[in-house]
């Protein structure tokens, strides 16, 4: 299982994603870094262990304020040999190509940023192996054209189900959405993100046929470890 760190940033900030209330994030506290700056906290994830991917959220980006362009090369420097997926809020082909500019980025396109399946169509023809697809959900209510959430044969070799609202809760990830998604993406790869507390629900959404996993909370919080990381991405 591939377990990809999050790092959410408002204003320049690593902030503490919670229940997806953008308004109420504040400057991430954790023992893995001494600041919030992105860079540190980075530096922090790779001190627990050399992740592979990382997944960065430009909140400035999705929220319309501008994207924070310094992060990639801030990011690509704290983290060697990462790739790096950026959600910035792209909706358009001409966004796409400005974060597609640097090699080790791969574009994450968010389903609430999306206006039409045809958008989506020109954004995801700019580098299809290097896009993907998050399928982001507020409840039961799908954020998105709902075209796209219905027709499978639109979603790209990845695709993340993001539950927004469970994001830093107690509620635990939402199997039976994630089962659903994972049914019908045939060869896809499908992440779990938002509500993955523990070890147990990382085994759980494995069984409900997810590939992978988006996690912050559980990472600076301690509830896992590097022996636990290393054993994991064995499986």
């Known amino acids: 299982m591939d377990i990809i760190p999050v790092i959410d940033v408002s204003r320049g900030k690593v902030v503490r994603a919670i229940q997806g209330k953008r308004a109420a994030y504040l400057p991430i506290e954790t023992p893995l870094a001494a600041t919030s700056e992105p860079g540190d906290v980075a530096r922090g994830l790779r001190s627990l262990y050399p992740f592979r991917r990382a997944y960065v959220a430009d909140l400035d980006g999705i929220e319309g304020r501008g994207r924070n362009t310094h992060l990639v090369p801030e990011l690509s420097q704290a983290l060697p040999n990462t790739e790096l997926w950026i959600d910035a809020g792209t909706g358009s082909r001409s966004a796409a190509r400005a974060v597609l500019a640097a090699p080790v980025a791969t574009l ?92 147990e629900d990382l085994a759980r959404i494995g069984k409900a046929g997810a590939a992978g996993a988006l996690v912050a909370s559980i990472l600076h919080a301690q509830k896992i470890s590097a022996g636990d990381l290393k054993e994991i991405a064995g499986r």
């Open 108 to 199: 994450v396109v968010g389903s609430e940023s999306l206006e039409s399946v045809r958008a989506w169509h020109e954004i995801s023809a700019e580098a299809p192996g290097r896009t993907v697809l998050s399928l982001d959900f507020r409840g039961d209510e799908f954020m998105g054209p709902e075209a796209l959430l219905a027709d499978a044969a639109l979603w790209p070799t990845r695709v993340i189900v993001m539950t927004l609202d469970r994001i830093a809760s107690e509620g635990g990830p939402n199997i039976a959405l994630l089962e659903t998604i994972a049914a019908r993406a045939g060869g896809r790869r499908v992440y779990a993100a938002g509500g993955i507390r523990s070890l």
